[in-house]
């Protein structure tokens, strides 16, 4: 998946993300979505599992505008989206620069992974804003056969409290057939052994050169 530098200046506190199944839909709803409002491009581009992912930013309207005309070019090859219209302020950098935090306070790793990368997103999205917790990493469909993962760090209550909130997210998702029960995964690792802090703390891939 390309990371790619804005064209638009599309400051703004929304976000949406449209995993697509066929390649080519997936590049007519770029354009589309382009074409309808002033949108900034944070991510875009095929993933490992053959699918078309596209993330873009900007103002609620704009974004709202651009989603709707994309899931309407792109019809039933959609698998999986979301629009969050006051995305977390640390999920944009988180994916896009690949930036990997060192666990602060705190001795618990909470670790969430799905499947379908939209769906993580606003699980991580739920976790960051209900619970003091710290974002360690946010890999979408990198390395990961297209699913998407993200590592959390903190005290034991606050880990568990963004956990219960991430699941929260899924059973919705579950309930509404955007993912099947088992597609998205969570555990809690209270009192984390010191390398496995040091292991997130470099990241979650196995070689450490290669990001695609």
């Known amino acids: 998946m390309a990371l790619s530098s804005p064209r638009h200046l599309a400051a703004g506190p929304a976000v949406a993300m449209l995993q697509i199944v066929d390649v080519p839909c997936g590049l007519r709803a770029l ?24 993330a873009f930013g900007g103002q609620v309207e704009a974004v709202v505008r651009s989603f709707d005309r994309a899931v309407q070019t792109a019809g039933d090859t959609v698998t999986n989206s979301i629009v969050l219209p006051d995305a977390e302020g640390r999920i944009v950098p988180a994916f896009r620069d690949g930036v990997v935090r060192t666990p602060a306070q705190g001795d618990t790793l909470g670790v969430v992974q799905s499947a379908a990368c939209p769906v ?77 802090r040091r292991a997130v703390a470099s990241g979650t891939r196995f070689f450490r050169e290669w990001r695609g």
């Open 120 to 196: 993580l997103l606003g699980a991580v999205d739920a976790a960051l804003k209900g619970a003091e917790v710290d974002l360690l990493e946010l890999r979408v469909a990198e390395g990961l056969g297209g699913k998407a993962l993200a590592t959390l760090w903190g005290k034991v209550h606050d880990v568990e409290a963004a956990i219960e909130l991430a699941l929260r997210v899924i059973a919705r998702e579950i309930d509404r057939g955007s993912v099947s029960r088992g597609a998205a995964t969570t555990t809690i690792i209270p009192n984390a052994d010191a390398d496995v």
């Open 31 to 54: 354009d589309a979505l382009l074409k309808e409002a002033p949108v900034e491009i944070l991510a875009t581009g095929t993933v490992q599992c053959g699918h078309y992912l596209i």
